[in-house]
């Protein structure tokens, strides 16, 4: 008798990495740790369906920095295919389209905890739990207990698989390190050195508040 063949578990970190970080690169090798997955993969998202030209080169950035910051690790690789899309970029079409074209690909959405609050608001909240299973970062600091509940009440809610990710609290934004670069103060290790190199060889982020 054949057996099923086993499906590759792909974690899926979304966001707009504007600019991508060190925060986000624990909380993936943390998900890709605990909880045996294969591989991590990034999505960019997506701006409004009319991109104009500056639009366009800040995506490019985006997608340049995650690059640079992935490329070392055989288990981190990226897609643009929220960038690339015509269509507003919404998790559960993403997530609908992956399982569409990658049938053999076993799905599990990584989030922030302070984003699980509002999953219920998001488009297709349902389908994105029927999809994906989620993976939840949940940092030193967070209400623990709290989290737990909502982990219960989502579940219940809509028969969700969700886990937590035990992840180092590393307290940095995206929006700091743009103010920080605005202000001229230092990002090292804040961002990998390559990321920092070329912020600075491109003047990303100067200029602007």
């Known amino acids: 008798m054949e057996t099923a063949k086993k499906k590759t578990r792909i974690g899926i970190m979304g966001g707009t990495f504007d600019p991508i970080h060190v925060g986000h690169l624990l909380i993936a090798e943390n998900a890709l740790e605990q909880y045996g997955l294969d591989q991590i993969l990034f999505i960019p998202t997506g701006h409004s369906p009319h991109k104009d030209d500056r639009e366009i080169e800040r995506s490019a950035h985006r997608l340049e920095m995650i690059r640079l910051s992935v490329k070392d690790n055989p288990a981190f690789f990226f897609s643009t295919i929220e960038i690339n899309s015509p269509e507003v970029s919404y998790t559960y079409l993403t997530l609908q389209q992956l399982q569409k074209h990658y049938p053999d690909w076993e799905l599990y959405f990584i989030m922030g905890g302070d984003s699980l609050n509002y999953l219920e608001q998001w488009v297709q909240p349902e389908q994105i739990c029927s999809i994906a299973t989620i993976l939840v970062a949940v940092r030193d600091g967070f ?19 969700i886990y937590p990710i035990d992840s180092p609290n590393v307290a940095i934004s995206s929006s700091e390190i743009r103010q920080r670069v605005e202000r001229k103060s230092s990002i090292r290790y ?20």
Do not use: H, M, P
Request: glycine share 2%.
């Open 143 to 161: 209400d623990r207990d709290a989290i737990a509940e909502k982990i219960d009440f989502l579940r219940q809610k809509f028969s969700a698989r």
């Open 190 to 209: 804040l961002v990998t050195s390559e990321v920092e190199e070329y912020i600075d060889r491109n003047n990303l982020y100067k200029g602007q508040k």
